[in-house]
């Protein structure tokens, strides 16, 4: 078992940037896949990026292209997310997934363990 955290959401301004953390416990966590996916109110779960257990592969949503970098630290066992240039679009709860079985991917379905979520609020 892995046991996610994500940490770092909160009200901004449009235009403003966040770092969103993911700190795993449990199991060996260095050979996940992880990803960062969205929900907002009303809405399906989304990928927003993931990023391979040796952080040689990284994929991103279209929409966050060139303004949201993945990243990870797996002596701190710990993957992020820094969030540049906020729209109000970018509002919904984050939520940090592992996978330690499938190639990276964009879906949901292939991860097995999910945090709780924080929630990023933008305000226009």
């Known amino acids: 078992q892995v046991q996610l955290v994500e940490s770092g959401g909160g009200l901004v301004q449009a235009g403003a940037s966040l770092r969103l953390s993911c700190v795993a416990s449990?199991?060996?966590?260095?050979?996940?896949?992880v990803g960062w996916f969205c929900q907002a109110p009303g809405k399906e779960r989304e990928f927003v990026a993931a990023?391979?257990?040796?952080?040689?592969?990284?994929h991103y949503a279209d929409s966050v292209k060139g303004r949201f970098t993945i990243s990870r630290d797996n002596a701190k066992n710990t993957v992020y997310l820094q969030m540049n240039s906020l729209k109000p679009e970018d509002t919904a709860v984050y939520y940090c997934?592992?996978?330690?079985?499938?190639?990276?991917?964009?879906?949901?379905?292939?991860?097995?363990?999910w945090g709780q979520g924080t929630q990023v609020t933008v305000s226009s």
């Open positions: 990023i391979s257990w040796n952080a040689t592969s990284t």
């Open positions: 997934a592992a996978d330690p079985l499938h190639p990276l991917s964009r879906f949901a379905h292939d991860y097995a363990y």
């Open positions: 449990g199991r060996t966590y260095t050979r996940y896949n």
